[in-house]
């Protein structure tokens, strides 16, 4: 099998901004718009999500070379599930807190397309390595998506970060930013921002 | 094709899948077996944390498991080892999922104490008030046992017997008073029947 594609580090920065799976592959958006609406459990999402994307990534790749094409979604589901499994469970025993905010977005990272999507684009066709710098990119473009919508959200939703107070206590809670339509509306902002952006920067070149 | 119909051709397509399947089952044994004593334990302390709150005067190092009627709960005592109450673990169906509540009652389980969701999945902004102290929980307060409670949509007296539904959440709301209202009323039963065994 030959191995072309793009090196580690180009997957590793692709992932961060230029294909930025939330931002620019608009993958994931389930728990983007879910978990947002505080720092902490959008940092326990990404972390867990980060989990099962390397673990997942790199099993993949170890065993490129022996999935059958046509069986190959099977494989990757039930690589993806184990670990989705062993990380609520982790959540469970060790941050039970935590695990009661996210709680059904846990399992539901099974389903998170930029996880099957990795899979299939780098892990299943690419070395380990590479593989690798793809998974831990990716989280980390996760991470700064769910961070640029979750700051804004809980600093204008509860007046705190990370459960600490930051607004005066005069700020009126913006309540609306706590809800299900505080993610749409910063999400749609966020996205027309770096539309906005990118559109300039080519139009300069 | 006769290669992906016979058997060795089957085996010879899926072995991979079939390994997988059953060396990830493994592997999730062993975190289940390992982590599987601590989520017990992480629920537990979430309960008996929460007796002091329910039960006036209650210390939560003095509460213990007792079975009551077939099913367990949690005496509440105080630091001299007097019983003042009990919180009564309770479940039932919400708006969206399952409901989990415990109930805090006094030693005849003749008042209600307090209540507190343990778990719960209602819609977020408007049925997940029931988890609030301030919207919801503190109409359980004080509420006579006798009775079933009611749901009513109006402000209401405290123990009036009376619960008042939250904004767009009456069905959460229900479910909770019917929740309380159907393990109060067990949990009165078989502390009767208890009494009388014990006297006769």
Not at chain 1, 31 to 40: M, R
Not at chain 1, 75 to 85: E, G, K, P
Not at chain 1, 200 to 205: F, I, N, Q
Not at chain 2, 163 to 169: E, K, M, S, V
């Amino acid at each position: 099998m030959t191995e072309t594609g793009p090196s580690a580090y180009e997957r590793f920065i692709n992932g961060i901004i230029p294909e930025n799976p939330t931002l620019r592959q608009l993958l994931g958006m389930c728990p983007t718009l879910a978990v947002t609406n505080g720092v902490k459990p959008a940092l326990t999402m990404a972390g867990a999500t980060a989990f099962v994307l390397i673990c997942a990534n790199v099993i993949t790749s170890l065993m490129r070379k022996l999935i059958k094409p046509h069986l190959r979604i099977l494989v990757f589901t039930l690589t993806i599930a184990t670990f989705v499994t062993i990380a609520d469970r982790f959540l469970q025993a060790f941050m039970p807190e935590m695990s009661k905010v996210l709680g059904p977005y846990v399992p539901l990272i099974i389903v998170n397309c930029i996880i099957i999507s990795r899979c299939e684009i780098c892990g299943s066709k690419q070395g380990v390595k590479v593989a690798l710098a793809d998974a831990v990119g990716m989280s980390l473009g996760f991470l700064v998506a769910l961070l640029s919508i979750s700051i804004p959200r809980e600093l204008l939703g509860s007046g705190t970060l990370l459960g600490l107070r930051v607004l005066p206590e005069a700020w009126p809670n913006w309540g609306v930013q706590v809800l299900p339509p505080g993610a749409f509306l910063t999400l749609g902002l966020i996205l027309a921002f770096v539309n906005w952006y990118s559109a300039r920067r080519a139009a300069k070149v | 094709m006769s290669d992906q119909t016979s058997r060795a051709g089957f085996f010879r397509q899926s072995w991979l899948v079939l390994l997988l399947a059953l060396s990830f089952g493994a592997a999730l044994a062993a975190v289940e077996i390992s982590f599987a004593p601590r989520i017990r334990e992480n629920k537990r302390n979430a309960t008996v944390s929460q007796i002091p709150e329910l039960v006036p005067g209650a210390v939560k190092e003095a509460s213990k498991e007792q079975s009551v009627g077939g099913a367990l709960v949690y005496g509440a005592y105080d630091a001299e080892g007097r019983q003042v109450g009990w919180v009564v673990p309770a479940a039932g169906q919400g708006f969206a999922d399952r409901i989990e509540l415990l109930i805090g009652l006094d030693p005849t389980a003749s008042t209600i104490t307090g209540i507190y969701v343990l778990d719960q999945k209602e819609t977020p902004g408007l049925g997940d008030y029931i988890t609030s102290k301030e919207r919801f929980r503190r109409y359980f307060e004080g509420q006579p046992a006798a009775a079933p409670l009611k749901v009513v949509k109006r402000e209401v007296a405290p123990r009036s017997g009376e619960i008042r539904a939250l904004t767009g959440a009456t069905i959460s709301s229900d479910a909770v008073t019917a929740i309380v209202n159907q393990r109060v009323r067990e949990l009165g039963a078989a502390l009767a029947q208890a009494r009388q065994g014990s006297e006769s």
